[in-house]
């Protein structure tokens, strides 16, 4: 026998106590806000495991640029390569910066001190022709006092890569966030000894472009 109810029929009290549909009402309610925070779950936990990620390929394409055949730039190159290839896998539209800074030792990459200059203008930087120490002979003045590229021998490097990608999901877009997503992952390993060390000779002062 089905029960049924009349609005003709119940009274202003019947209405107040009738409960029928709440829960549809309540999830109604609840669905937006649980999904916005599912999203952002899902959005964090793959952010943590490309970092993750990142960081393993680094460490590995590091551990191989230290091997003595790959002091040429083009086995420097099929590295890199291999590298944009393994990130594309965590996201294939990421766009990949992938630089090699060396120095003399861990102590000097750690510090990442400018090239001492005198600074006459007074803006934090090397520039309108102000005189600089070149302590590695590269012929420009280096912010971090390293040099581009693996080095030689007994150097250390920095190898550091920098992925960006749009994010999967739209919970950001929502909030007014950013709709991007930048990761780094960088590691400094030695050269191996492969040869003997080679001198960069007595500091020179040069002018600033």
Same mark, same amino acid.
């Given at each position: 026998m089905t029960r049924r109810f009349s609005l003709r029929r119940a009274t202003p009290d019947a209405l107040a106590r009738d409960e029928s549909g709440v829960t549809?009402?309540?999830?109604?309610?609840?669905?937006?806000?649980?999904? @916005?925070?599912?999203?952002?779950?899902?959005?964090?936990?793959?952010? @943590?495991?490309?970092?993750?990620?990142?960081?393993?390929?680094?460490?590995?394409?590091?551990?191989?640029?230290?091997?003595?055949?790959?002091?040429? @730039?083009?086995?420097?190159?099929? @590295?890199?390569?291999?590298?944009?290839s393994q990130v594309r896998a965590l996201a294939n539209n990421a766009t990949i910066a992938i630089t090699r800074r060396y120095y003399r030792t861990f102590t000097d990459a750690a510090v990442a001190r400018a090239e001492a200059w005198t600074d006459t203008n007074a803006n934090g930087t090397c520039d309108s022709g102000e005189?600089?120490?070149?302590?590695?002979?590269?012929?420009?003045?280096?912010?971090?006092?390293?040099?581009?590229?693996?080095?030689?021998?007994?150097?250390?490097?920095?190898?550091?890569?920098?992925?960006?990608?749009p994010r999967f999901f739209p919970i950001y877009r929502m909030v007014g966030g950013s709709t991007t997503t930048k990761l780094t992952a960088s590691t400094v390993l030695r050269n191996q000894p492969y040869s003997d060390q080679n001198s960069y000779g007595a500091p020179q002062v040069r002018n600033c472009p």
């Open positions: 549809v009402v309540e999830f109604a309610m609840v669905a937006p806000v649980l999904g @916005l925070v599912l999203l952002g779950a899902f959005d964090v936990a793959h952010t @943590l495991y490309a970092r993750a990620a990142l960081q393993g390929i680094v460490q590995k394409a590091a551990r191989d640029s230290t091997l003595e055949t790959s002091a040429e @730039l083009e086995t420097q190159a099929v @590295l890199d390569n291999k590298v944009r005189p600089y120490e070149d302590a590695n002979r590269n012929n420009t003045w280096d912010r971090d006092g390293g040099d581009d590229g693996q080095g030689g021998a007994k150097d250390v490097t920095l190898y550091t890569v920098t992925m960006s990608y």
